[in-house]
């Protein structure tokens, strides 16, 4: 880790650290392990931000102190990914499945994932009945096949609010308003959310439709954020005032993937394609910003100094191009040989426990990059990591120092 250059107690040479989180169902104990990987390292993050599952997370990370947060997320986990009704009988077959690996390791999560379907998960979501196929019951709030009720009660248990909104860790999450099909950021320290976040907000923005109901907020309705953006790191990077910034994104989706051959590897790969793909348009987009602001630094060099000072227009450009720089390093959950269409709503322990360990692996790993955790070089005012990739991404990332 570089030497201590700034008051941080983890010695990071940035302003803000922030650990974005992107939705993707049952994937997203990964990010348990991500976390775990990030305290045992000592380090501390300013901002949470997050999106359907990744929200969830947030909400767990944000309202727990530093010591307890991995036991909250472990616990939270161990909770949802058992059956909500149904003696869990396959658990106890796991490790002989472990075992065999392959085809077992299928069969076992295509069980699971029926399993889901058919009786939800503890703690989580428990299904409505057939009559949620036809009847319109006149309640938006019970337009879906689940119910996310038990949902409530498991983050009031694990969740301290009052903690979360002391703002001693800032938190955002974001929701779709169903009417108007605008995004919306639910956070503890900006706007009317400031200091009142409940656990209606991070319900809203895991509120994936038709599987799951909006959820009501001051007589607005909200669905899942992933709907328009499965990631919040836009939020993180164009965030006012402009910080420097060293950013985890923790993607469960993998923009890479094999040419599937059936209809069933079709479908997943479409998952992954539609939920995968803003990081880096995200990511191409900011490394072009901040090209441009490089730019028009070095344009206004070119202005006499008592006309920079004295023109309004020159004081509000050099401002918006003040000298700032991101790195964002990137975890990528990849898929595991078992995997398939359904691994977003599988919910078994045997994989929660293999996302968990792949999270926390990838940390390691990226940790172990000392210079991923150092300021880009002064004339690179953007630069992304990526333990999983070798090359550089983008032709305009490529420009701006894009490592992977």
Not at 29 to 53: H, T
Not at 327 to 344: A, F, N
């Amino acid at each position: 880790m570089p030497k201590k250059t700034n008051s941080r107690p983890d010695g990071l040479p940035f302003p803000r650290v922030a650990l974005v989180l992107q939705g993707g169902g049952a994937l997203g104990s990964y990010q348990g392990g991500v976390c775990q990987g990030l305290e045992d390292a000592g380090i501390r993050c300013d901002w949470v931000a997050g999106v359907s599952i990744g929200a969830l997370n947030a909400a767990l990370i944000a309202g727990n102190p530093p010591g307890q947060r991995v036991a909250r997320l472990r616990e939270f986990w161990e909770t949802v990914c058992m059956p909500a009704y149904l003696q869990p009988t396959a658990v106890a077959a796991d490790a002989m499945v472990d075992a065999m690996g392959g085809r077992a390791r299928k069969a076992l999560n295509a069980f699971n994932a029926w399993r889901a379907v058919l009786e939800g998960q503890r703690g989580f979501f428990v299904p409505r009945g057939p009559a949620a196929w036809w009847a319109d019951a006149h309640d938006p709030s019970r337009a879906s096949f689940y119910d996310t009720t038990p949902l409530r009660g498991t983050l009031e248990r694990l969740v301290d609010f009052d903690r979360l909104n002391a703002g001693e860790m800032r938190v955002s999450v974001m929701a779709v308003d169903v009417h108007t099909g605008n995004l919306e950021v639910f956070d503890n320290q900006r706007g009317a959310t400031r200091g009142r976040m409940r656990p209606e907000h991070f319900m809203a923005s895991a509120a994936l439709p038709p599987g799951f109901p909006p959820v009501e907020i001051a007589g607005r309705y909200y669905w899942d954020g992933g709907l328009v953006s499965n990631t919040p790191l836009s939020l993180v990077l164009s965030d006012q005032p402009r910080l420097t910034t060293l950013a985890f994104q923790v993607d469960l989706w993998s923009a890479r993937g094999p040419l599937p051959t059936n209809v069933y590897d079709a479908q997943e790969r479409a998952k992954d394609i539609q939920y995968s793909s803003r990081t880096r348009l995200i990511t191409d987009a900011m490394a072009a910003e901040q090209q441009h602001r490089r730019i028009v630094r070095e344009l206004l060099q070119r202005v006499p100094a008592a006309r920079r000072r004295d023109d309004p227009l020159c004081r509000a450009v050099e401002d918006e191009a003040a000298e700032r720089q991101f790195s964002v390093i990137h975890l990528i959950y990849q898929d595991k040989e078992w995997d398939g269409m359904s691994k977003d709503y599988e919910f078994g322990s045997l994989t929660m426990r293999d996302h968990w360990a792949s999270g926390l692996e990838d940390v390691k790993s990226s940790l172990a990059h000392p210079s991923w955790l150092a300021l880009p070089p002064p004339d690179v005012p953007f630069v992304t990591h990526d333990v999983h990739r070798q090359v550089s991404v983008g032709p305009v990332a490529a420009k701006v120092g894009t490592s992977s």
